[in-house]
């Protein structure tokens, strides 16, 4: 089945760091933009952060994570990470990990990805 896989969920104190790992076993990222979403209950899914994405193949940041999440791509290891720092209890949501598959949105568009992970569950506690 072709999808991604996402890792490294876990709980944390708030102020915290964890790093998320994003893979394929069964086709390699280096074409695709990547993205994180994420969904916590009750809630939209939110566009986190993205790589090699949009019109102008960059790297992206929703708001609510800028200067405190870092996305990168090892295209060795077929393995996109998205370092989370000094973590916030609003924080806390299932993280998801898609493939850019469309062209016309917003770098940061859930509408624009496919190939969705399963997700992994992050708990900041205060």
């Known amino acids: 089945q072709v999808q991604l896989v996402e890792s490294g969920g876990a709980e944390v104190q708030a102020g915290g760091s964890l790093r998320l790992a994003c893979t394929a076993s069964?086709?390699?990222?280096?074409?695709?933009?990547i993205g994180w979403f994420r969904q916590a209950p009750g809630k939209q899914r939110e566009g986190v952060a993205c790589?090699?994405?949009?019109?102008?193949?960059?790297?992206a940041y929703g708001d609510s994570v800028k200067g405190r999440f870092t996305i990168s791509k090892d295209d060795a290891k077929n393995t996109v990470y998205l370092e989370m720092n000094n973590l916030k209890r609003e924080d806390t949501a299932v993280y998801y990990c898609?493939?850019?598959?469309?062209?016309?949105?917003?770098?940061?568009?859930?509408?624009?990805?496919?190939?969705w992970g399963q997700g992994t569950q992050v708990t900041v506690s205060s």
């Open positions: 898609a493939a850019e598959v469309a062209t016309g949105w917003g770098p940061l568009a859930a509408e624009a990805y496919g190939l």
């Open positions: 069964t086709f390699t990222l280096k074409p695709y933009g």
């Open positions: 790589i090699t994405c949009g019109r102008e193949n960059g790297i």
